[in-house]
């Protein structure tokens, strides 16, 4: 019968490459954790409209590449695409906007319909963090230094920070004016999709891939000359609190982000070691996200990271490979059935006593059993036998010097305890 494969644009995370998610799963809790934020979590799926309005019609995400499907009840459910609004769907249900600043941080599977190909999954990983109440820049340093944080403790160094300021409403709104008349001007040049977003969303075309858009993108007017002079102070603040951290950061104008939530801040981490798909995390400030979900005026910024493609980056730099921890410390070896019984009772002992003991329970010879034991990095193997068990006794075998030595079955849990000085 032929095999079910996953799901175009899926993986399986296999052993021992699930090591090395465990490892960044546990960089991230203790990164976040140290920064002061605390974990989410939101469900996999959520309605339709947390993401249509917050994200944006016209943007990539909302236009093609939802999971939205009707369930039995009859409602619009879409996987989520991102977290951020479904994180601020979450804040405002739970009431926990009432105590600011509110931090929190996540990381799971996300789903786009995308086109699969190195480095973009249907279902890829996020994690990311959200300040809430925060209105100053120092916030938004603070992301940011908490999210190189998160790449340097896993062995990313090759990598390019790029900041830019997109304005608030206000600037924007003149930035606007401004962008579409220079794209009504070369309306004939531009790709057919931004043609047509020219009326729906003219400020996603600064972030269209097209050769043919970029072209016109080099000579479009940018944000910088239009913000305000709010809007200019914390972008300069911003800049001036990173290089105190010590954190290079490139000024292109050109940045806007694929979602249309942003305000002031926005930034990209990119590694031209990705290839195509260089960019590993994007983030920005999102002040009037939550009261666009109906919630108070409460200022947020954050970021989310692509964990798939990071374990990429650690992975070429070689950093994530030896992650596999050889954890096996006792190796059982029954050499008969009666003795696999006789052992289980003893191994669950064994085990109670914090250590990490396996037992064979393929029936296989004793050198295979020895020989597997050896490999996995046990440091002793218990083995019973028929003569052993008779004596109700067990041997213990050093599997680097070879030694042996005869206990008690009862004794077994108590030797190697003391031997391994738990
Ligand atoms: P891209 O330009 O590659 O499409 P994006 O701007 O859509 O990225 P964001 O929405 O900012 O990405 O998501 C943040 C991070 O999540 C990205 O930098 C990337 O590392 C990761 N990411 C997003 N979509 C995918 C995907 N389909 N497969 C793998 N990782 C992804
Ligand atoms: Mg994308």
Sequence with gaps: MKHIAAPRGTVDILPPETSEW???????DEVATRFGYREIRTPIFESTEVFVKPIGEGTDIVDKEMYTF???????????????????????????????????????????????????????????????????????????????????????????????????????ARFREALIGYLNRNVARLSETSQDRLARNPLRILDSKDPRDQDVMSGAPTMDAYLCAACQEHFATLRTLLEAMGIRALHNPHIVRGLDYYTRTVFEISSSALGAQNSVCGGGRYDDLVKSMGGPDVAGVGLAMGMDRMLMLARSSGLARD?????????????????????????HEVRQHGIAADMDYTRRSIDKQLRTAGESGARYAVIVGEDERRNGEATIQNLATRERTRVELGQVASELTRRLEV
């Design 22 to 28: 465990q490892a960044l799963e546990a960089i991230i």
């Design 70 to 172: 009707v369930d039995r009840g009859g409602r619009s459910i879409t996987l989520r695409p991102e977290l951020t609004a479904p994180v601020v769907r979450a804040a405002l249900e739970h009431n926990m906007l009432q105590h600011l600043p509110l931090k929190l941080y996540y990381r799971g599977p996300i789903f786009r319909y995308e086109r699969p190909q190195r480095g973009r999954f249907r279902q890829a990983h996020q994690w990311g963090v959200e300040c809430f109440g925060a209105p100053g820049p120092e916030a938004d340093a603070e992301i940011i230094s908490l999210g190189l944080d998160v790449m340097k403790a896993i062995g990313i160094t090759d990598y390019r920070l790029e900041i830019n300021s997109l304005g608030c409403e206000a600037c924007r």
């Design 323 to 347: 992650r596999d921890g050889k954890s096996l410390q006792i190796a059982f070896v029954p050499l008969d059935e009666a003795s696999t019984r006789a052992l289980v009772p003893v191994m």
